[in-house]
């Protein structure tokens, strides 16, 4: 019989935990191991206990997420970290993910999708809600926003899609991650947006979209 997937779930109001706990048992194969309001219990619990997933708040009191995530990255590597936040500006999101989480989804997403972003990290890939995903897209460092389009490229979504990130300095691996294709595919279309743009390196990309504001 396979194993259940151990969670640890923290955040500092303990309605949501209790909803959180009553929900995850509802879903097959998932045991709920421990809940925490103080998200510092969580390093000295993981010290005596095995578990594969933290859940976690973005915004709480002594330790935010992405200060848990940071600790758990150092001293629990094996330990994935799923943040569970109300919190969809790019900003936080870069930051979640430059600190190693394994996931961000948002708080109003339902039983559906916290099932799959559980099963999905258990797979040893990353997930991100669709929301996040497009709010990364979406979002470029501020000096890029009075660029205007002076040309019409031929570049495809996916394209587009990965210049918007190349600017808000996302590597090829998390690049991988957030958009869930492979490593090589990243590559490939690093290559051919050099191709397409008549530049050789990335830096020339970002300086291109810049310039025609395909970037917004």
């Known amino acids: 019989m396979q ?10 109001h303990q309605i949501v935990l209790d909803s959180l ?9 998932i045991t709920v191991a421990v809940t925490f309001t103080d998200s510092r219990n969580v390093i000295n619990f993981l010290e005596d206990h095995e578990v594969d997933i933290v859940v976690s708040d973005l915004h709480m ?12 990255r150092e001293r629990f590597p094996m ?5 569970l936040t109300m919190a969809e500006d790019a900003t936080h999101i870069r930051e979640a993910i430059k600190a190693g989480v394994n996931g961000y989804i948002l708080k109003k997403s339902g039983r559906e999708e ?3 972003a559980i099963y ?5 890939r990353k997930y991100y809600s669709e929301a996040v995903i ?17 040309t019409i490229l031929h570049l495809t979504s996916r394209e587009i899609e990965i210049i918007k990130l190349i600017a808000n300095e996302f590597s090829t691996n998390e690049i991988s991650g957030i958009l869930c294709i492979s490593v090589p595919t990243v590559e490939t ?22 310039r025609h504001g395909l970037v917004k």
């Open 3 to 12: 194993s259940p997937i151990r969670l640890v779930i923290v955040d500092d």
């Open 61 to 72: 009191p002594h330790l935010s997420g992405i200060d848990l995530t940071l600790v758990l």
């Open 114 to 116: 916290l099932e799959k």
């Open 189 to 210: 279309h690093r290559r051919n947006l050099m191709q397409k743009l008549s530049v050789k390196s990335v830096a020339g990309v970002v300086k291109y979209a810049m």
């Open 79 to 83: 330990v994935k970290v799923l943040l």
């Open 21 to 29: 706990k009553m929900l995850f048992g509802t879903i097959e194969n």
């Open 134 to 150: 497009e709010e990364l897209s979406s979002s470029a460092p501020e000096d890029l926003n009075d660029a205007r389009p002076d």
């Open 120 to 124: 999905t990290l258990m797979s040893g």
